[in-house]
């Protein structure tokens, strides 16, 4: 039974990091705003993770696992080089495109740049808690901050996006305030089916 | 034991809730739209160069042990 046991706990890690593939896709293309430099990172800490599967135990969290190493890697190229503090328009014009819905769009785009104009950490944190479905203390484990911390940050992330949202309060011209809220409320309807 | 508020009398406060449920209610549906927006990545299906990169770092790891 000792022969071969480390191909088949490479088989078992990789078919696991697949199966989250589409997750920490999401997570980049939430967190970076564009989607070829999403996809990108996500490729980048797919393989970080591959590469450091010796040190992961398996049967812990695996996605708050990937989801640090994304979230590392995203902050230590930040650093490193394509610091983008103004809306690359390309790149917005990318992103839309990876949208189906016809009807989507205008909404889901305006979150998307309502939500780059919150501080990165904010950002994060209300991805992970808000999106990813993760508890505020595996969002601490994955940001390497206290629960707490975490809890302020979703808060004044929400509380930031609706007044960004309701004042038209980003990088956008032509776009009258308040008309962004209106969209959302009104696609959030659709989906609920009335309230 | 006095019941200090009437359940029935809304009056002035009537004016406030339906503030805080207006504010509520756009809060939850900027959370909608947020879990939609990363829902859809989700469900996108997955790019080949992923699985690609993948297959390739397994077959290095094969390779080197």
């Known amino acids: ?195 | 034991m006095i019941e200090q508020r009437d359940p029935t009398g809304r009056g002035s406060e009537s004016r406030d809730d339906a503030a805080i449920d207006e504010a509520r209610l756009r809060q939850q549906a900027i959370g909608v739209k947020l879990r939609q927006m990363f829902d859809q990545v989700v469900g996108e299906p997955v790019p080949d160069d992923f699985l690609e990169i993948l297959r390739r770092a397994d077959e290095r790891a094969k390779g080197g042990s």
């Open chain 1, 1 to 195: 039974m000792a022969n071969g046991t480390a191909s088949t706990d490479d088989e078992a890690f990789r078919q696991e990091l697949v199966a989250l593939i589409p997750h920490l896709r999401a997570f980049a293309r939430t967190l970076c705003g564009d989607a070829t430099a999403a996809d990108d990172l996500a490729q980048d800490a797919m393989l970080k993770a591959w590469d450091a599967r010796a040190s992961y135990q398996m049967g812990t969290n695996m996605k708050a696992w990937t989801f640090m190493i994304l979230r590392n890697q995203f902050y230590s190229e930040k650093r490193r080089s394509w610091r983008q503090s103004q809306l690359d328009q390309e790149a917005a014009e990318r992103t839309l495109m990876a949208v189906d819905d016809p009807e989507a769009p205008v909404a889901l785009d305006e979150l998307r740049m309502a939500l780059r104009t919150l501080p990165d950490e904010q950002r994060e944190a209300l991805i992970l808690v808000g999106a990813g479905g993760f508890a505020y203390e595996e969002a601490a484990d994955i940001c390497g901050c206290a629960v707490g911390t975490v809890k302020s940050r979703v808060s004044r992330a929400r509380r930031a996006l609706h007044a960004a949202l309701e004042a038209g309060d980003y990088d956008r011209d032509g776009s009258p305030a308040g008309e962004a809220m209106g969209a959302i409320l009104a696609a959030a309807d659709r989906l609920s089916g009335a309230r």
